[in-house]
Structures are given as structure tokens and as C-alpha cells.
């Protein structure tokens, strides 16, 4: 945003009807100005304000979607340079690259390795987000066959059609242009071509050229003939030119809005090594890239890279948490234990995952505590006796169990006596410090 909220105040009505939801019109231009709404939520904008706003609230990154539907990815959007000034918004995609030489076989292994990578962490469904179909045979009838193999077996996953030849890249658009695939290639050689397949279809272009210069040259003149939805490759391919490449494009596109950078970019990072691969692949997942583009699936490369991209794609402001209140693990009864914890993310499902391997079915229940682990929320005072006890009266599950027994987490005992006391007719018991210790506990409490 190139305005600020003084300077876009300036621009509205001024008459503070609080129909965008805001109470006056000052308060709007300054989420406006912080890239958080959007101008349309004010009805009574003139045509000129819109005209001179829309062009400088338009975001100094281009955002749109790599492919339709559910598993669609969306990228650009960024606003910021490093994530504690704000947050990242649309997390990197990570991409298999699969080439048409393969045979059929091979190739529906491949994409079957693409659709079993999800995972479930910390409540999110993590996975390799699409696929790089490179065309490698020369054959363009081979490649239409292929992205029509693979478009039938994951037909939601995105496909990047990695093709430099305007003909087969033609034939293989047509076959699968209502995916929204993004068709990589365009250089300065077929940039004309390859602008006419992508206008025609509709689809993302990405776009190639060694170095920035050549690039911001490339993006202009395609952007010229009709193209905006770009991504962009600086040919980057190692770790320290990914860095340096990655970073300019970013600070270009934000600090000087510099619109021919302003672009998602793509890194192929195609190693053979796969540990080489992971760590390059873990640079440009910190350093900017929009699209990482990987050669082959290995499982402990998944974890890290997903884990990875998960850290640095959360909003540093907001602790993951989740629901408050009580989870049934397993099919607890009357008699089955219950155990209390605070509702940060990663506290409730290390707990709940450790009493799911006791085998023993149990109540968890998880209190609001803004998100907080459990030592920080005690130290905040968010997770107090006196607060325990109401959450424990008002939950309800005085009527589900027949006992009045609570195990409280072992890092809290120094809780237990002013919680027995809150807590008419309850016991207390102090549970283990560390999670992995609850297993063995609850056997025990249950044996
Ligand atoms: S809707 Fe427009 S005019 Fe009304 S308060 Fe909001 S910004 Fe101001």
C-alpha cells in the first residue's frame, strides 16, 4: 500500500455512516491502509477515489490460485519483508516434479507417492501440493497423454506443465485448462507464443530469465501483451543465489514497489542428492519462494520441510489453539478418567496423543487460555485454581462421569491444594511433568 491512512482518508466520503462496519471513516482508511480490508466494504466511495485507491491498495505482490477447487493453492499476497512484522499469508507450495518419460507405472506411483503425502499436524492437513509434469520426452503427443494420466488419477491436485515448446505446451493446456494449471516456460525466445496459450486458456504464466534484470525486462513486455498473472524464475538453483535473488525480488517488489518483480517466484531445486534437496528447499521455503519444486518424495524430508513452512507461515501474533472444552479420546464412559490441560495447539494434541496411546479412554479437557502452554499460562494467571474450577463446573462433566477425580498436569502440582478447596468434593491428582509420561500413568491409576 502505497497510501497512508491520512492520505486515504483524504480520499472517502467523510461522513462516518459506519455502513463498512467501521465507526468512522478514519478507523476504515487506517485498516485499509494496513492491507487489512478490503475498499469495497465502503458503499459510497466516488469513482475517482476508487480509481486512484484501487490502483494503490492493489497488493505489491500479484496473488492468485494454482489450480481449482479444494486443494487450489493461492499465491503472492505478501506485504511484508520478515514474518515478526506482520505474518506471512499463503504458504509455499511444494511441488513433485515428474517427468514424461516415465512409464505408466512409474508415473502412477509417483502421483500416488504426491497424494499420500498428508499429514495431520497440529490440526492442519499438510501435503506435497501439486504436481511439475516436465516435458522431457519431446514427444508432445506423449505429454498431452501423460497430463491427461495424471489429471484422471489426482484430479484435484494443481499441475505446473513445465514445457518451453509452445506446441506441446498448446496440447497439453487444452487438455486440462479448466484445472487452472500453471503453464512454466515463457522466455524471451517464446514469450509471444506462450502469452497466446495462456491468454487464450486463462491460466498463470511463469516466466524465465537469467537474472533480475532480464527478468523485469520479460515480466513488462509480457505483461504488455495481455498476461498479469505471473510467476516468476530468476534461474536460481543454489542455496546462496536462491538467498540473494529471492530477497531482491521481495524488497523490490515491497520497499520500492517495483511492479515488474511483483510476483510469486518458483525455484526448481531437482537435486539428487535428497538431503541437498531439503536443505535448499528449506531456504527458499524461508527466503520468499512461492513454488518449490522438488525431484523426488521421501518422508523425513515431508516432516521437515512441512514443519518448517508450518513455522514460518503462522501468525507470530495469534498462539495456534484449539476448541475449550471437553474432548472424548477413545469411548470413554462414566468411570474413565479425566485429565486437564491448556488449549494451546501443540499442548493438546502431544496430550492427546499420548493419552490415545495409553489405549485407555479418557475426557481431556482443554481450557481457554488465550492459547498459552500450560507453565506460561499458570505464570500469566490464566490458568489459576479459581479459574479450573469454574471451567470444571460450568463444562458439564460433573453429568458424564460418576467420580470427582481431575488429574491436573504435573507441571502445576504446586495447584492441587487451593484446586481442592475451589473444587468441592473433587480430588486432585497430579499427573506427570512431561506428556510422554502419561501412558505409564494412567495404566497405572487404572490397573
Ligand atoms: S462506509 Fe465509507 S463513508 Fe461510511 S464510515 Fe465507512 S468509510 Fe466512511
Known amino acids: 500500500m502505497a497510501l497512508s491512512g491520512v492520505e486515504i482518508f483524504k480520499l472517502l466520503p467523510k461522513t462516518n455512516c459506519k455502513k463498512c462496519g467501521f465507526p468512522t471513516c478514519l478507523a476504515f482508511a487506517m485498516k485499509l491502509a494496513q492491507g487489512q480490508i478490503d ?79 498428508e499429514i495431520d499436524r497440529v ?40 514445457c518451453k515448446d509452445p506446441s506441446a505446451a498448446d496440447r497439453a493446456v487444452k487438455a486440462i485448462a479448466d484445472k487452472k494449471p500453471l503453464l512454466y516456460g515463457a522466455s524471451e525466445a517464446n ?47 543454489k542455496a546462496k543465489d536462491i538467498v540473494e535473488l529471492n530477497t531482491q525480488i521481495r524488497r523490490a517488489a515491497l520497499k520500492k514497489g517495483f511492479k515488474p518483480l511483483g510476483y510469486p517466484a518458483i525455484n526448481f531445486i531437482l537435486k539428487n542428492d535428497p ?6 528447499a528449506a531456504v527458499a521455503a524461508v527466503k520468499y519462494a512461492s513454488i518449490i519444486v522438488l525431484s523426488s518424495i521421501e518422508k523425513w524430508k515431508n516432516l521437515a520441510l512441512f514443519t518448517l513452512r508450518q513455522n514460518v507461515y503462522t501468525d507470530p501474533q495469534v498462539p495456534m489453539q484449539v476448541e475449550q472444552k471437553i474432548y472424548k479420546l477413545g469411548e470413554p464412559n462414566a468411570d474413565s478418567p479425566l485429565l486437564i490441560t491448556t488449549n494451546f495447539s501443540l499442548t493438546y494434541f502431544i496430550v492427546s496423543g499420548e493419552v490415545e496411546n495409553s489405549k485407555i479412554p479418557s475426557y481431556l479437557a482443554v481450557m481457554d487460555c488465550e492459547g498459552l502452554s500450560v507453565l506460561t499460562a499458570w505464570a500469566a494467571g490464566k490458568f489459576t485454581a479459581g479459574k479450573i474450577a469454574q471451567f470444571i463446573k460450568e463444562s458439564g462433566i460433573e453429568n458424564q462421569v460418576k467420580h470427582r477425580v481431575l488429574i491436573i498436569p504435573g507441571m502445576v502440582a504446586i495447584l492441587s491444594g487451593a484446586l481442592e478447596e475451589k473444587l468441592e468434593g473433587w480430588k486432585i491428582v497430579v499427573g506427570p511433568r512431561e506428556a510422554n509420561a502419561l501412558p505409564t500413568f494412567l495404566k497405572s491409576k487404572t490397573a
Open 39 to 117: 475498499l469495497s466494504s465502503c458503499p459510497d466511495v466516488s469513482e475517482e477515489s476508487k480509481r486512484v485507491l484501487g490502483e494503490a491498495s492493489a497488493p505489491l505482490i500479484k496473488t492468485f490460485n494454482l489450480g481449482t477447487g479444494a486443494k487450489a493453492a493461492k499465491m503472492g499476497g505478501e506485504t511484508v519483508l520478515f514474518r515478526h512484522d506482520k505474518k506471512f499469508f499463503n504458504p509455499c507450495v511444494f511441488a513433485l516434479n515428474i517427468k514424461d518419460t516415465l512409464s505408466d507405472d512409474e508415473l502412477t506411483k509417483k502421483v500416488d507417492e504426491v497424494l499420500n503425502s
Open 123 to 162: 490440526g492442519q492437513n499438510l501435503r506435497i501440493d501439486a504436481i511439475s509434469l516436465e516435458f522431457a520426452s519431446n514427444d508432445s503427443s506423449r505429454y498431452e497423454s501423460v497430463v491427461k494420466l495424471i489429471s484422471q488419477k489426482s484430479p484435484e491436485v494443481p499441475v505446473i506443465l513445465n
Open 275 to 280: 538431503v541437498l534437496e531439503a536443505s535448499i
Open 191 to 237: 514469450a509471444e507464443a506462450m502469452v497466446n496459450i495462456a491468454k487464450t486458456n486463462k491460466i498463470p504464466l511463469g516466466v524465465y530469465a537469467e537474472g533480475l534484470t532480464a527478468l523485469s525486462a520479460l515480466t513488462e513486455k509480457i505483461k504488455g501483451m495481455g498476461v498479469e498473472e505471473l510467476v516468476i524464475d530468476s534461474g536460481a538453483r
